[in-house]
């Protein structure tokens, strides 16, 4: 099993910033890749950007060069830097950590984007 814990959502204007944190417990050991994912209104799940256990990072095309994914190991811990946000990044954003047995999600942290 393995347990997420997500923080950092909340409001900002457009043009700010925000950090996303996903802190993993449990089998962490079993864990091949971890991600960020975000779900708008009325819109299915995307991801946003993902990070493996090799360290190799992919984002979606429209946050490409302003959000950043990265970890701590010493922490167990995802993080998404998302700078020059758009209203367009509203969504709910969930941590995923996929293992070799199933796949896991957080339970999401609101970020709100205002023009």
């Known amino acids: 099993q393995v347990q997420l814990v997500e923080s950092g959502g909340g409001l900002v204007q457009a043009g700010g910033s925000l950090r996303l944190s996903c802190a993993a417990s449990?089998?962490?050991?079993?864990?091949?890749?971890m991600g960020w994912y975000c779900q708008a209104p009325g819109k299915q799940r995307e991801l946003v950007a993902l990070?493996?256990?090799?360290?190799?990072?992919n984002y979606r095309d429209s946050v490409k060069g302003r959000f950043t994914i990265s970890r701590d190991n010493a922490k167990n811990t995802v993080y998404l830097q998302m700078n020059s946000l758009k209203p367009e990044d509203t969504a709910v954003y969930y941590c995923?950590?996929?293992?070799?047995?199933?796949?896991?999600w957080g339970q999401g942290t609101q970020v709100t984007v205002s023009s």
């Open positions: 990070i493996t256990s090799g360290g190799n990072t």
């Open positions: 995923n950590a996929d293992t070799w047995a199933r796949i896991y």
């Open positions: 449990g089998s962490i050991f079993s864990i091949k890749a």
